[in-house]
């Protein structure tokens, strides 16, 4: 069974910082890729950026480009999203999801293990 637990969101100030991590439970961490996405309230979950399982190809939603940066830590089965400049419109859940294949994809369709998700708040 994956389980996938999310930390780190909380309430930040348009311009701030907030670091986003998600651990996994399974010892395959290393074998696939990961991504982050988001909900807004009343607003379909979108996909804001991929990591390829060895960390060395991302992908990222447009409208996070030049802000955020994924990055993950094998040894600590361990997926992190730095978020810096936040703006308000990045309020939502941000949630882990867990890959099925080595491919970065943009879609939920290349996931299929979910966290709970995590809160952020950006105030203005």
Known sequence: QVQLAESGGGLVQ???SLRLSCVDSKSTFSDVAMAWFRQAPGQAREFVAAISW????ANYADSVKGRFTISRDNAKNSLYLQMNMLKPEDTAI???A?????????????????GQGTQVNVSS
């Open 94 to 96: 941000y949630y882990c």
């Open 14 to 16: 348009a311009g701030g």
């Open 54 to 57: 060895s960390g060395d190809k």
């Open 98 to 114: 867990r890959g099925w294949t080595t491919i970065p994809h943009t879609t939920e369709g290349g996931y299929d293990h979910w």
